[in-house]
Structures are given as C-alpha cells and as structure tokens.
C-alpha cells in the first residue's frame, strides 16, 4: 500500500476536499526523507499462527498463538508472542485478538544497531484506529511505548526526516478531527515525535519544512473564502491552520489570515460544553470558539499566549514503561 495512506493525510473520495488532502500528499511524498525499512516483518490477518519466530541480530519476535477474530461467533481469540534479545526471554504478551490485521516488524529506529520490534495493529471502524506498540532495548531493560488509537489521518509509518538516524513519526493532532466540521473538511496540525532512548519525544517545531508546507495546503484551501463569501469547510481548515502557525511561531497572523478567511454563517463546533460534556451555551462566534479551544488542546494558555512548552507527544504515546 501507498505509504501515504496511512500518513498525515488520506485520499478522500467523492467529496469537496477531495483534491486538498491529494496535494498534501503529493507536497509530502516529494519530500527527500528515508522512510525506514522494515528488517524483516510478519502479517496477522485471517491464517492461524503457531510458533512463528522473527529474528534480525539479537532480536527475536516468537509469536506462540494466533487465531483470527470469527466474524461469524463470539468466540474470544488470543495473540501470544514472546520477545527475546540475545537468546535471553524479556517478557510475554496475551490478548486478546481486536484487530482486523496486524503486523510485527523489526527496525532499526535509533543508530544503536539493534532493531525494535514493532506491533502495529488495526483496530478497524469508520476511521479507527492504528496502534502502535514498540518495543526497544535499552541497556539491559525492554522500553515499551504504547500509542493511543490513530485515526488514518494521524497514524503514518517512521521516516528519518533528517538524517540523523533517529526516526521520527509523522502524526497529526487528531482532537481537530470533527472540532468544526466533517471529518473531510479536517485539516489537524501535523505532529512529528522522534524516537531516542526508547521513547517518542516531541520534535514538532524542529521540523519547519514539514509544518510550512501543511500550513501552505491550508491557506490554499482557504485563501478565496471570505467572511461574505464563505467556502463550505472553511472554518474546520482554519482552525488547524492556526494551530499550525502557533507552532510555527506565526500565531498573530495565523490569526490576522483566520479572521479574513472564516465562515461566519457556520455552527458547528460553537456550543460550548462543560468538563462533563454538558452543553452550557453558545460562543458568540467562530473566533471566540476556536480561541477557547486552543486553549483547552493547550496550543493557547489562559492568557491567551501561545504555549512555550506545549508537549504533543502526550496525545500520541498512551503509555510507556520499562519491562
Ligand atoms: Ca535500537
Ligand atoms: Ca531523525
């Protein structure tokens, strides 16, 4: 499959948006970055699985059982597989099965020469959801980093950016999906993590090419709706836009661009809710709810700055720890 995908944006058939997500994925595919290759991998789709070992150097993938899911019963099936690094047993995992397909792969994510083990799996649903679990030697110790359920939008495969030999995740920040309009209509900021000591740490602002050239797509997509001649979207492209210009450092005229460009006869994502999701009202506009909503992603803080210390790697990795 195209790698793209499954990047930071999708092919959206039959739809307004349809060629603005297409550009974006032809701004990024003629990027120069090397996407890292898998050493060796292994599928889980719809064949039974027993004793399957994957190996490359030290590290080894023993995968003990696996049974597809049975659309047909409710049977609980189960993946079993056991990891090891120089012949020595690090842990084992069962779940169970609540994927569509899966697949483990070994690759080298940092230059230490010793592959991670990667499980990615799909979860299935309308958009939903690819999870990454990653697995990684550090000293004598197994890192384990878990990410949370990636929409397609967001979940793209490793690629060394700039040639550092650390890979980053390309991702996007899946909380604008649906925020102020159809999820065809969602531009989310993009969100690079790279991998270093075991860990995805966020590297966003490192990597200006890739958030100007995100940004671009969204001013192109938006630059002829106006306040008296909206384009149906407009405000859901918008409100990444000014996401990704606060990341850029370009908050006040990200802003300037917002209010020149949105929609002010669109509804959708003006009621306001309190922390238990109740409805409290109405903001008076688009821009007063897409400040408040900044500042609840924490792009903005309460002063209504944009946030220095802004961490977005905590809305990809769920969890981590080492085993
Ligand atoms: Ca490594
Ligand atoms: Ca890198």
Known sequence: MWRNLLGRNQILGGNILAVPLMAGILALASAT???????????????????????????????LEFDPVNYATDETRY?????????EFQTEVRQEVDFMFADFSLQNLDPDGIPEV????????????SIYTIYSAQGDRLHRTIT????????????????????EFLSADQRFLYAFGSYASSWPPIVTLTFRNGSLIDTTRQFSEDMRSNAYGMYEHTRESTPNEPKLGANSI?????????????????????????????SWGLTEYNSSGEAMGTFADF????????????????TGDPNPNLDLSRIVVEQESLL
Request: glycine share 8%.
């Open 148 to 167: 949370y359920p990636l929409d397609a939008s967001a979940a793209g495969t490793f690629e060394d950016l700039d040639g550092d030999d650390y890979s």
């Open 79 to 87: 993946l079993a597989y056991e990891l090891y690094i120089d012949g």
């Open 33 to 63: 970055a090397a996407i890292a290759e898998p050493l060796a991998e292994i599928s889980l789709g719809d064949v039974p699985l027993r004793n399957q070992a994957l190996t490359v150097g030290p590290v080894s993938v023993r995968i």
């Open 287 to 302: 821009p007063a709810a897409l400040e408040s909503f900044l500042v609840d992603l924490d792009y903005l803080t309460v």
């Open 118 to 129: 990667i499980f990615h799996r799909y979860t299935g649903g309308a958009h939903c959801c």
């Open 238 to 266: 918008l409100a990444g836009y000014v996401a990704q210009k606060i990341l850029m450092g370009e908050y006040e005229s990200g802003w300037d661009y917002m209010l020149a460009h949105h929609d002010p006869t669109d």
